[in-house]
């Protein structure tokens, strides 16, 4: 991998600052605290997917390439150290899937404008569907903007013992653009595997409710939604404590406060709605986790990444394109292989090494905790029928949990074309009218 297009203003004055003060304690929250207001920008190319994954849970902004822009050779994947039997059979297995990729995403003959749909495909396969069998080996390039605060958890990752050597490469490449007064006091060495285990064994019964039936599950969240938000807009706008207003209330609370919170949100004040806060359970491909930690909106708890190789009985999704198509049985064997040999050589050389054979298809369960005012702005985008066909089935299973809960708060966690025009312009879908009737 490489890092390039890195910029940061100021770290010299940095430098400078931190050589005059070294005499004096400068701690992690010191440098946090200082850091904070700084500007960085970064281009990682060649990364591979489980890499950029994890870069997308630290939370700032990323911009990665598409992966319909996936070019098919040796060039394109990056495997860790084997032996030479492993390494052998490691480059079989995902060359067989590049191949695969490229058979079931194969353009008829013809020319079309704009991006290809399915109707484009010779076996009706979406280049988005055929993804499912890349693994996350895949070479892919990230833009990268944080502020300085962030290279602390970014220090903290790219050390982290649990995944190994990994990062090696990283380590080197974004230390060559860093003061050496800088580098002194970030992170060299970090272990996140006893809290991973300790944080693990907590969420074990959230996870044992989520499976591949039960995809999209709520664990909890405030009792009275609306209760909950109406108060907080009666705290802006009301001379009276949120007690008083209770009590003036009395049984007509919940209509009062649901009255309150559709005059206060059709202002376009939608603050009230982060009041309102929620928490559920889903288990999706990692096409679609990458999707999810993409938006940075939430706050999420995923299982070990090492679980998907460990459990080696767990489904992986295939697109009903797939499904329909005859390549379903192929598609399916080369998981079985996938699951076989990562497996083996989490065993031989350690967990870190197995994670590039990790799938797209292959799923992981996570807790996601969101307010009303977030949920309505990821449903609205990922209910749209350009959305991924598999967030799409999941956003709407949860804006039906969460419609139960609130039909007020919820009423615009809807794609613009239901009640106005569509935002996508040339690339709108044109199936509006079957997105008003579903949601009528």
């Known amino acids: 991998m490489r890092i390039t297009n890195f910029e940061s203003p100021g770290l010299h004055d ?4 931190i050589e005059e003060n070294k005499d004096k304690t400068i701690n992690e929250d010191i440098m946090k605290e200082i850091l904070k207001t700084f500007n960085i920008t970064f281009i990682a190319e060649g990364i591979n997917r489980i890499q950029s994954t994890l870069l997308c849970e630290l939370k700032d902004s990323y911009v990665q390439q598409s992966q319909r822009y996936v070019t098919m050779d040796e060039s394109s994947y990056e495997i860790p150290l084997l032996n030479k039997t492993d390494n052998i059979k490691a480059k079989e297995l995902i060359e067989r899937a590049f191949r695969l990729y490229g058979k079931m995403s194969e353009l008829k003959e013809g020319e079309f404008k704009g991006r290809p749909k399915a109707e484009n495909y010779k076996h009706g396969i979406p280049i988005e569907d055929a993804r499912y069998i890349l693994p996350l080996a895949t070479k892919t390039n990230m833009s990268i903007a944080m502020t300085g605060d962030k290279l602390y958890d970014l220090f903290v990752l790219i050390n982290d013992k649990k995944y190994s050597d990994l990062f090696d490469d990283c380590k080197g490449e974004i230390s060559n653009y860093l003061p050496d007064v800088l580098l002194q006091q970030l992170p060299t060495y970090y272990d996140s595997r006893k809290k991973a285990e300790i944080a693990g064994q907590f969420y074990n019964k959230y996870m044992e409710k989520i499976d591949e039936e039960n995809n999209m599950v709520y664990i909890d969240g405030f009792k009275n939604l609306d209760l909950k938000a109406g108060l907080g807009a009666m705290t802006s706008t009301s001379a009276e404590a949120p007690s008083g207003t209770l009590i003036k209330w009395r049984d007509n609370a919940d209509e009062k406060a649901g009255g309150v919170v559709k005059r206060v949100l059709g202002y376009g ?11 559920f359970g889903m288990m999706c491909s990692m096409v679609t986790y990458h999707q999810q930690i993409r938006h940075r909106l939430s706050e999420n708890h995923r299982e070990n990444i090492s679980n998907i190789i460990t459990d080696t009985k767990r489904d992986v ?11 379903y049985e192929e598609f399916l064997n080369l998981t079985d292989e996938f699951k076989e040999l990562r497996l083996h050589i989490s ?3 350690g967990g870190g ?3 590039p054979l990790i799938l797209n298809c292959d799923q992981i369960k996570l807790i996601i905790s969101t307010n009303a005012r977030i949920d309505s702005k990821m449903l609205s985008d990922r209910i749209c029928f350009n959305a991924q066909w598999e967030i799409r089935d999941l956003a709407i299973k949860k804006l039906k949990i969460l419609r139960g809960l609130s039909g007020i708060l919820y009423e615009t966690a809807l794609p613009a074309c239901v009640k106005g025009e569509c935002r996508e312009g040339k690339l709108s879908c044109g199936r509006q009218n079957e997105m008003r009737k579903m949601f009528r």
Request: glycine share 4%; no cysteine.
């Open 14 to 17: 940095l430098a400078l600052w």
């Open 269 to 279: 004040h939608d603050s009230i709605a982060e009041q309102a806060r929620t928490t």
């Open 317 to 327: 999704v295939v697109p009903p394109s797939i499904k329909r198509s005859g390549f």
């Open 347 to 349: 065993d031989e050389y």
């Open 353 to 355: 090494e197995a994670l």
